[in-house]
């Protein structure tokens, strides 16, 4: 059983017009088997959480903690919380030229793990869990990302999750772009990897439509950088039919307004 | 590769990058010295309408126009403002282009399996001149000044066992010239690798003759100390129905211009033009090179990649394919990848083609740089791979292509280290 607890976590990023502070005090805690919904409009700060976990270097903590399992996760550099169990899959993600899968798969896996993976087995999971994905074989030979479509690089994504095997699965708005076969098969590779029992799941989105196939026990609403309601899928099920909209006119409009007004002063 | 820059199908078009003071942003600027009295056979307009009756040069934006000559003083002193040289920075040739180049040359050492002959020969000997005349001035000033060749001869139908080995040692800063010429009979089968390695101020000529229907390889390697300057002027001329295969690896050395150059004589043959460099800080890698698809239904494939790394790395290509009009059912695409590894390098790629005919099978250029960012970096990383490992990882897999080319083990291995050290040299 593994915990990853975040607490009140502030992050800002450098910008032309300066420094411009996107999460303002963020507290959560995922425990192993769990699954977290983060839902929220553009720009409330989901992706930013996402991209700081796995210590993207535009993000600045400026206060607040990450910790797994009592571990200082702000403390370690982005290879070693890959290592220590934390996988982002991307929103968008990167083309690597020169690189095939297979090699990367096999020397990301070594890294994971401390050891190269027996290759006889390796070689089987990796074509059954493509299979599963339905992702073609020729992929394998392809340099990562390269060339490949938006449901395509999705896909390797949680191809890659279900290989690495991670503690906890921070999954990016990985159902934006996706049509609904894909979507369905994306979903499934996620279920399967949390239904072995040794992951966490953080599921960051803007829509509902995923929550059809992934179903969160935890859902939490983000605006402005700040967690503005929680609640289990029953809260999912509102946002379907209401939106965002009345966070706007709520603590998120008055959270906005008191922003404006400050940088106003 | 996020913020690649792709162009394709721009015909001369030139770098994207800004120009170095004192360099024409031309892609086709005049030749200067393509003087009218030139006595130079082949001179000019001449090499245009491909006749050999010693013609008289026009200033001419094809590359067709270029002047050629086997001697020295049909070429104008150098100014850095030909179009050839524009990137090139004269100071560090080392009197290549100015002075009389009679330092030692390098030496040479054959190893070649049974069948293949090796001679040292004279000025006189036939076979000098059967592949290549000058195209620039350091060429003809190694022309004018070489005393000894050394001739490789693979005689008729004979398939040579294992590869021939020809070890150039440059025996200090003198400025020198040197001679070479490999002669590939009808249906000959050949690997041929050229090995640059010490210390050498060196110009040297390599005349390439590929018999009808045979097929050859010829891997120039230059692995100099880092005080070596090189420029090396290598022509072939392509049979009927033959095969090419060349490969130049660029590591080592303060200057190093290779200028590639081939010539279709008669139809089928194909010619595969291959490159790799690696430029570290203050290097200068520059290759030029030239396909003259003259005939009818040849075909010719080009690919460069480079790495550049440090402080004023510069990496020069440049890929000059002309499809003259007799050269219907021509077959062409040239390529030039550079991957910039950290702030302060630079790379110019500029593919030139020229087409005079509409009926051909297909033509095509592509360049692209591109930039090993932090995003490449955090993907990897992300993924448990270490900085270092994730770094090497990428520049490996770029390059692999060209080295998997060469299909000599011992030498794929070798350079494989070769790139691994200078990788090593990026994080220290």
Known sequence: MSTLEIKDLHVSIDTEQGVKEILKGVSLTIRTGETHAIMGPNGSGKSTLASTIAGHPRYNVTSGTIRLDGEDVLAMTVDARARAGLFLAMQYPVEVPGVSMTNFLRTAKTAIDGKAPALRTWTKEVKAAMAELRIDADFTQRNVNEGFSGGEKKRVEILQLELFKPKFAILDETDSGLDVDALKVVSEGVNRAQAEGNMGTLLITHYTRILRYIKPEFVHVFVDGQVVEEGGPELADRLEEEGYDRYATGAGAATIAAATAAAQA | ?428
């Open chain 2, 1 to 428: 590769m996020t913020d690649i820059t792709t162009e394709k199908a721009r015909i001369g078009a030139p770098s994207a990058q800004p120009f170095i003071n004192g360099f024409t942003e031309e892609g086709e600027s005049l030749s200067p010295v393509n003087a009218a009295e030139s006595k130079a056979p082949l001179a000019g307009d001449a090499v245009k309408r491909h006749s050999h009756g010693g013609g008289v040069g026009i200033p001419d934006s094809s590359r067709a126009g270029r002047l050629t000559s086997y001697q020295l003083a049909d070429f104008k002193p150098l100014t850095g403002m030909e179009e050839d040289w524009r990137f090139t920075p004269l100071k560090r040739l080392r009197g290549l282009h100015t002075d009389v180049l009679n330092g030692a040359a390098p030496s040479v050492a054959v190893t070649a399996p049974e069948h293949v002959t090796v001679e040292t020969v004279g000025r006189d000997d036939r076979r000098i001149g059967s592949a290549g005349i000058p195209e620039d001035r350091v060429s003809a000033n190694a022309w004018e000044n070489f005393s000894e060749a050394t001739v490789i001869t693979v005689p008729a139908e004979v398939q040579a066992d294992g590869e021939i080995s020809v070890v150039l040692t440059g025996q200090g800063t003198g400025a020198s010239a040197q001679h070479l010429v490999i002669v590939a009979e009808k249906y000959s089968k050949a690997v041929v690798v050229l090995d640059h390695q010490g210390t050498a101020v060196v110009s040297e000529n390599v005349e390439i003759v590929v018999g009808e229907g045979a097929q050859l390889t010829v891997i120039s390697l230059q692995e100099w100390n880092d005080d070596a300057v090189h420029a090396s002027s290598q022509q072939v001329k392509l049979g009927r129905d033959s095969r090419f295969k060349h490969i130049v690896v660029s590591l080592g050395g303060d200057l190093v211009r290779v200028t590639p150059s081939a010539r279709f004589t008669a139809p089928g043959a194909e010619v595969e033009l291959f490159g790799l460099y690696f430029a570290d800080a203050g290097q200068h890698l520059e290759q030029r090179l030239f396909v003259d698809h003259a005939v009818a239904n040849c075909k010719s494939n080009v690919l460069y990649k480079g790495a550049l790394q440090g402080r004023n790395a510069h990496t020069v290509w440049v890929g000059d394919v002309l499809i003259r009009k007799e050269a219907e059912g021509t077959d062409t695409y040239e390529a030039n990848r550079n991957l910039v590894l950290t702030d302060g390098a630079r790379a110019d790629s500029v593919p030139n083609l020229e087409i005079e005919t509409g009926l051909i099978a297909g033509a095509g250029h592509a360049s692209a740089t591109g930039r090993f960012d932090d995003q490449h970096l955090f993907y990897l990383m992300a993924r448990g791979i270490p900085e270092e490992v994730a770094r090497r990882l990428v520049v490996r897999g770029f390059l692999n292509e060209i080295i998997q080319q060469i299909k000599v083990p011992a030498i794929e291995e070798r350079l494989t280290a070769a790139v691994e050290r200078e990788l090593a040299a990026t994080n220290s």
